[in-house]
Antibody
Framework: EVQLVESGGGLVQPGRSLKLSCAASGFTFSDYNMAWVRQAPKKGLEWVATISYDGSSTYYRDSVKGRFTISRDNAKSTLYLQMDSLRSEDTATYYC???????????WGQGVMVTVSS | DIVLTQSPALAVSLGQRATISCKTNQNVDYYGNSYMHWYQQKPGQQPKLLIYLASNLASGIPARFSGRGSGTDFTLTIDPVEADDTATYYCQQSRNLWTFGGGTKLELK
């Protein structure tokens, strides 16, 4: 059974940093591209970043470029999102998602809440 | 950027048909496939894949759900609607990076 479990969320002040983790199991992690998708309170889904299966390629939405870094450790089957210079508008539930071949988000974690506030 | 537009809400009666639309500002077709997908999200839960490549049912999804469309116009149909279908439905394109529609909240009359 595919499982994605996020951790590392919490309350952080504007301008500070936070690092999210996503532990994957139930599939060969190193075979799949992975992504982070977020959802602000009472709002819709928003793609944040994607990393290729081997970590060689990364993609970001414009609003997080230069502030967020997606990475992975295939030996630990873990995905990361380093978030720097956080803003109030980054407040959201962050989901880790597996990218299938098409590419679409075929499995999702339960999500982790990040609140940016002073 | 590819922008996806959905109506915010839809109310239907139990047992009736629900049709949710999604329009894009650019063509999402490529080599014979439409890179449009649909997800269902219930309150407090993560999204779940329903339909991929516009019209293909994801694993374990009941045949009451169907999708169609191509180019810039797509629809998700639920027929007949059951009480458990109350949720927000999102379209999503993967033709050029990834973007979601704003979501359509399905409610029962």
């Amino acid at each position: 059974e595919v499982q994605l479990v996020e951790s590392g969320g919490g309350l952080v002040q504007p301008g500070r940093s936070l690092k999210l983790s996503c532990a994957a199991s139930g599939f060969t992690f190193s075979d799949y591209n992975m992504a982070w998708v977020r959802q602000a309170p009472k709002k819709g889904l928003e793609w944040v970043a994607t990393i290729s299966y081997d970590g060689s390629s990364t993609y970001y939405r414009d609003s997080v470029k230069g502030r967020f870094t997606i990475s992975r450790d295939n030996a630990k089957s873990t995905l990361y999102l380093q978030m720097d210079s956080l803003r109030s508008e980054d407040t959201a539930t962050y989901y880790c998602a597996r990218l299938g071949d098409l590419p679409l988000f075929d499995y999702w974690g339960q999500g982790v809440m990040v609140t940016v506030s002073s | 950027d590819i922008v996806l537009t959905q109506s915010p809400a839809l109310a239907v009666s139990l047992g009736q048909r629900a049709t949710i639309s999604c329009k894009t500002n650019q063509n999402v077709d490529y080599y014979g496939n439409s890179y449009m997908h649909w997800y269902q999200q219930k309150p407090g839960q993560q999204p779940k894949l329903l339909i991929y490549l516009a019209s293909n049912l994801a694993s374990g999804i009941p045949a009451r759900f169907s999708g169609r469309g191509s180019g810039t116009d797509f629809t998700l149909t639920i027929d007949p609607v059951e009480a458990d279908d109350t949720a927000t439905y999102y379209c999503q394109q993967s033709r050029n990076l990834w973007t979601f529609g704003g979501g359509t909240k399905l409610e029962l009359k």
